[in-house]
């Protein structure tokens, strides 16, 4: 059974960095069939899709174009994890964080529990 | 950009009622179309993919249904436990796109 268990500050003040950690258990960050993904969730935007890494030979890289010039989501390999790091937040970047597993679809199958950030002074 | 619109934004039903929510799309998405349940404080849970494949665990009483720009997602007898919000979301390889949910309330 795959599990994704969530860490990171649930505050931040406007422009500095958001950045949350996502550990999998039953599941390998390295997988070749697996990509692992970070989705918001806000009352004024809904369900939003901000990006993805996965391993295909190579590490890959996609992100949504609202946030890809200050979004970067990276895999450490030997703690069998990913993160996610957003720069120069805003009140508009506060939502439910969550990390998400999917394949070569953005379909997500297991989900990590959810972390609440607010952008705050 | 593709858009999805889901109908109604809250629907109140009983036990054992027939539920039916639908989700369109701005432009054709011919199969590429899921749905999600989420419960209040919990994250979303796939319930379909491709329309109408049912996920392994997921109740028979879910189907869905629909290609092209309108889907919709049936539950044939409500159960309690059934009481939640539901997202369509399109997808492909390389764009996820979700509408803006249906609440399930008890009537």
Same mark, same amino acid.
């Given at each position: 059974?795959?599990?994704? =268990?969530? $860490? ?5 003040? &406007?422009? =500095?960095?958001?950045?949350? /950690? ?7 960050? $390295? !997988? ?8 918001? =969730? $806000? &009352? ?10 996965? +391993? ?9 174009? !609202?946030?890809? !010039? ?6 450490? /390999? &030997?703690?069998?994890? +990913?993160?996610?790091?957003?720069? $120069?937040? /805003? &009140?508009?970047? /506060? ?12 379909? +997500?199958?297991?989900?990590? =529990? ?5 952008? !705050?002074? | ?21 639908? *989700? ?63 997202? *369509? ?19």
């Amino acid at each position: 059974q795959i599990q994704l =268990q969530q $860490s990171g500050l649930g505050l931040v003040k &406007p422009s =500095q960095t958001l950045s949350l /950690t996502c550990a999998i258990s039953g599941d390998s960050v $390295s !997988s070749n069939k697996a990509a692992w993904n970070w989705i918001r =969730q $806000s &009352p004024s935007r809904g369900l939003e899709w901000l990006g993805r890494t996965y +391993f295909r030979s190579k590490w890959y890289y996609d992100y949504e174009l !609202s946030v890809k !010039s200050r979004i970067i989501i990276n895999p450490d /390999t &030997p703690k069998n994890q +990913f993160s996610l790091r957003l720069n $120069s937040v /805003t &009140p508009e970047d /506060t939502a439910v964080y969550y990390c998400a597993r999917g394949e070569q679809w953005l379909l +997500f199958d297991s989900w990590g =529990q959810g972390t609440l950030v607010t952008v !705050s002074s | 950009d593709i858009q999805m619109t889901q109908s109604p934004s809250t629907l109140s039903a009983s036990v054992g009622d027939r539920v039916t929510i639908t *989700c369109r799309a701005s432009r054709s998405i011919s199969s590429w179309l899921a749905w999600y349940q989420q419960k209040p404080g919990k994250a979303p849970k796939l319930l379909i993919s491709k329309a109408s494949n049912l996920e392994s665990g997921v109740p028979s009483r879910f189907s869905g249904s629909g290609s092209g720009t309108e889907f919709t997602l049936t539950i044939s007898s409500l159960q309690p436990d059934d009481f939640a919000t539901y997202y *369509c979301q399109h997808f492909n390889t390389y764009s996820a796109v979700f509408g803006q949910g249906t609440k399930v309330e008890i009537k």
